[in-house]
């Protein structure tokens, strides 16, 4: 079955220093892929996402993804957090009609 | 600007009740879908409609069942409500491609006592 990990259940980072939140999806054709973020209280938001083309995409709120085939991964990144990106993030592919998640990944963020 | 409403945040129900949960969005998405979403386990997928009286089950319909009568309006219900369905649920719409973007709802926050 298609299956998504984010190996890190939660992650801290200090303000200002660089994060890197990792994904990666079972075997399959080149999938669709996103990065969802939610903040406390509220819903899910999409952060990017990536069908096909340049490897790496561009999202909201600073954040960027590449896309590695031969790694079966799709990383968040952000070259500096603020304390606004305290939040929990889920990857997801596509699989026909549905998305299938990870676990997520809570960041927090030390002053 | 986009929107799928919830109609709680927040309920509480007693073992055995029936519940309804109902989820609006104004976009004339196609498709609707049901998650329920808890600590560790990512967001699961109750059930799903791609039109309008159209309805497949994802990956843990038991307990539930849905109606979508109209083309904006999804609802997902507890026939029996029990401890274990205790969860934060959330709906989604999508328009009709597989990879759109799903739009989510704020959430209803269910406690079952």
């Known amino acids: 079955a298609q299956s998504v990990t984010q190996p890190d259940i939660h992650i801290t980072v200090s303000e200002g220093a660089s994060l890197e939140l990792r994904c990666n999806y079972s075997?399959?054709?080149?999938?669709?892929l996103f990065w969802y973020v939610q903040s406390p209280g509220q819903g899910l938001q999409l952060l990017l996402k990536?069908?096909?083309?340049d490897t790496l995409v561009q999202g909201i709120k600073g954040f960027e993804a590449e896309f590695k085939r031969s790694q079966s991964s799709f990383n968040l990144r952000k070259p500096s957090v603020h304390w606004s990106d305290a939040a929990e993030y889920f990857c997801?592919?596509?699989?026909?009609?549905?998305?299938?998640w990870g676990a997520g990944t809570k960041l927090i963020i030390k002053p | 600007d986009v929107k799928v409403t919830q109609s709680s945040r927040y309920l509480v129900k007693r073992t055995g009740e029936k519940v309804f949960l109902e989820c609006v969005q104004d976009?004339?998405?196609?498709?609707m879908f049901w998650y329920r979403q808890d600590p560790g386990l990512g967001l699961r997928l109750i059930y799903f409609?791609?039109?309008?009286?159209?309805?497949e089950k994802g990956d843990i319909p038991e307990g539930y069942s849905v109606s979508r009568e109209k083309k904006e309006r999804f609802s997902l219900i507890l026939e029996s409500a029990s401890t274990n369905q205790t969860s934060m649920y959330l709906c989604?719409?999508?328009?009709?491609?597989?990879?759109?973007?799903?739009?989510f709802g704020p959430g209803t926050r269910l406690t079952v006592t």
């Open positions: 990536y069908f096909s083309g």
């Open positions: 409609s791609y039109d309008v009286k159209m309805k």
């Open positions: 976009m004339d998405h196609e498709n």
């Open positions: 075997y399959g054709a080149t999938p669709y």
């Open positions: 989604a719409s999508r328009a009709g491609l597989a990879g759109d973007e799903q739009y």
């Open positions: 997801a592919r596509g699989s026909n009609y549905q998305l299938i």
